[in-house]
């Protein structure tokens, strides 16, 4: 059986949040999705749960960090092309998220972080298959680059 993977963020607003996620491509599991909770599948395997702040507390004595003012965690998707990254990225911007830095541009990866209408961080990612086959020094040594 593979691995399933859960990450949580919390959210002001639900509506706003599933929205948001939705223009990115993510797709609405209604069967996991209610008044407190959203589950947002990326594919078979991964799932995004935007929960209303309120009901994330419940499953945990920690105080939740306010993702407006403190990075926690940041989600990372791979892309099959820059110009996917960039469509993504910018479908992004159109629903109400915002980009906190210009696009990275490595070369050999090309990466755009965007915040939610929360200030959850989720990027969007692609690199050069054979610098993932080789690692990013050996890639680069290999072009002439280290």
């Known amino acids: 059986m593979p691995t399933n993977i859960f990450v949580s963020y919390p959210t002001a607003d639900l509506a706003r ?13 209604p069967l996991f999705t209610d008044e407190n909770a959203a589950c947002l599948m990326w594919d078979e395997n991964i799932y995004l749960m935007v929960l209303k702040r309120e ?43 915002s980009e906190p830095r210009p ?22 990612l692609w690199m050069e298959p054979k610098a993932a086959e080789l690692g990013p020094e050996a890639y680069m040594a290999a072009q002439g680059q280290a």
Request: hydrophobic share 45%; proline share 3%; net charge negative.
């Open 17 to 29: 949040s599933k929205a948001f996620y939705a223009a990115l491509g993510a797709t609405i599991n």
């Open 55 to 97: 009901f994330m507390a419940t499953f945990s004595d920690k105080e939740l960090a306010d993702p407006a003012i403190t990075a926690q965690v940041q989600i990372a998707f791979t892309r099959d092309s820059r110009e996917e990254v960039d469509t993504v990225a910018e479908a992004g911007l159109g629903a109400g998220g």
């Open 103 to 124: 696009a990275q541009d490595f070369g050999f990866m090309y990466t755009r972080d965007l915040e939610d209408p929360d200030g959850n961080i989720v990027a969007f």
